[in-house]
């Protein structure tokens, strides 16, 4: 048999599909499992968009479209952007429609950096873990910048200045952040901005998909900052907003880089589905009623997962300031059950007390000093809340008891 290339064979993933693997196989035996997996809302799309993407079909609204999406939905994207980011001037022209904001990772590396060329893309560890793998397959250097605890999952500016240089090329950026729900304040931002004024060569790819999931106060973007919007490319989409995720529509804004990033569609899925598109303007111009629930929801279930945690023995949980996950320091909870660390602690969590999470190290080499963390996604119903962290809870008890 011929050989994988060596790019295809190291090629990252995303583990939290190869966690939800496991956990299928284990519900599949009969196991009881109460998953905090996996990071999409537990909603339908609105009914409104549910028609609307039957409309299309009716209406044979349903071949090719033009790469960079229809032009009714740049328009609308283009308002919609703008208006989430005190009125930047963002043309249709500007905002190219993918199938989902994630393949605009890939595309932003890609246009970005040269391969071989020794291009440096810092992004934030923790981290959503494609940023790594799209960075390393495309050729670049990977250079994570570590995001702290103390500082509600934010970085250090300081870190910043010291990693970016001459090679640097491109800065990724994620708030509301997966996977420890911090978010970059407008004083953290404008520091950003401060620093990169003296790296011009250096875009900035801001993943703003939890824009809509930001609880305390408003959403402030980066792009907003005097000299930033240029180099900006701005990353929202449906998935998480209007509960689309399976319905692949994200969009991306950057007066430069449109037609670039076009091409790369053209060049790769065509375009994204023309149905999902129909119900994608009809989310974002329709009725807001939906996704302002989902997000009182959210809300809500934020303070309880997190007043949950703080009361199991050895867990302490912040207080995030958006998306739908929590990132509870465990580092006294491994050592009460004799675990090695956060990885040994989700799988015993897994097989011996049917809780499914996620790992610090799924999202990147942990940060030295930081401790043992693990992810939950509280998109889960109040019941399996209570009754997961209660598993949790009588888990490190037992436990406890043994080693002691
Ligand atoms: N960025 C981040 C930080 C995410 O968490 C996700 C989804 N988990 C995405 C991008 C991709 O979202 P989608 O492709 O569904 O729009």
């Known amino acids: ?38 990071g999409q809302p537990d909603f339908p799309a609105p009914d409104n968009v549910q028609e609307a993407a039957i409309r299309a079909i009716k209406s044979g609204k349903h071949g090719y479209t033009p790469s960079a999406g229809i032009d009714e939905l740049r328009e609308a994207a283009a308002k919609y952007l703008s208006g989430m980011r005190g009125g930047l001037p963002i043309r249709a022209q500007d905002v ?17 950096t040269d391969y071989g060329a020794g291009d440096e893309v810092i992004y934030p560890n923790p981290g959503f873990p494609i940023y790594e793998s799209q960075i390393l397959a495309n050729g670049a250097k990977p250079v994570p910048i570590h995001l702290h605890e103390d500082k509600a999952f934010a970085f250090n500016v300081e870190d910043l200045e010291k990693l970016l240089n001459k090679k640097t090329r491109l800065l ?25 004024k003296r790296h011009p060569q250096v875009w900035v790819y801001a993943d703003e998909i939890y824009s809509r999931l930001v609880f305390n106060g408003e959403f402030f973007s980066i792009a907003q900052l005097p000299g ?22 994200g969009f991306t804004s950057n007066p430069a880089l449109a037609p670039v990033f076009t091409r790369w569609i053209t060049n790769t899925e065509s375009c994204a589905s023309q149905i999902s598109q129909w119900a994608a303007l009809e989310a ?48 006294e909870a491994c050592r009460r059950i004799g675990a090695a660390d956060s990885e040994e602690f989700r799988k015993r969590l897994l097989n011996e007390a049917g809780v ?30 209570e009754a997961g962290v209660q598993r949790m809870a009588e888990f490190i008890r037992k436990n406890t008891k043994k080693a002691a």
């Not at 934020?302 to 990132?327: M, S, T």
Request: hydrophobic share 45%.
């Open 172 to 196: 990724i950026l994620n708030y509301p952040h997966n996977p420890t729900g911090g978010c970059l304040s407008k004083e953290d931002l404008i520091q950003v901005a401060e620093v990169l």
């Open 284 to 331: 974002i111009t329709g009725p807001q009623g939906a996704a302002q629930a989902m997000k009182d929801s959210f809300l809500e279930r934020r303070n309880l997962i997190v007043r949950l945690l703080n009361e199991v023995p050895g867990v302490k949980c912040q207080l995030p300031g958006g998306a739908f996950y929590v990132w509870p320091n465990v580092s």
């Open 228 to 249: 930033m919007y240029e180099r900006t490319i701005i990353s929202d989409g449906a998935s998480k907003t209007w509960a689309m995720t399976g319905w692949r529509i």
């Open 96 to 112: 190219v429609v993918g199938a989902g904001a994630k393949p605009f990772i890939a595309y932003a590396v890609l246009s970005s």
């Open 1 to 38: 048999m011929p050989d994988i290339s060596r790019r295809a064979a190291s090629l990252g993933t995303e583990n939290a599909f190869v966690v939800l693997a496991e956990v299928n196989a284990l519900a599949r035996q009969g196991k009881d499992i109460i998953s905090f997996c996996i």
């Open 356 to 385: 499914a999470v996620l790992a610090d190290i799924h999202f990147g080499s942990r940060v030295p000093g930081e401790g043992q963390h693990l992810r939950f996604s509280y998109a889960a119903s109040k019941q399996q809340i």
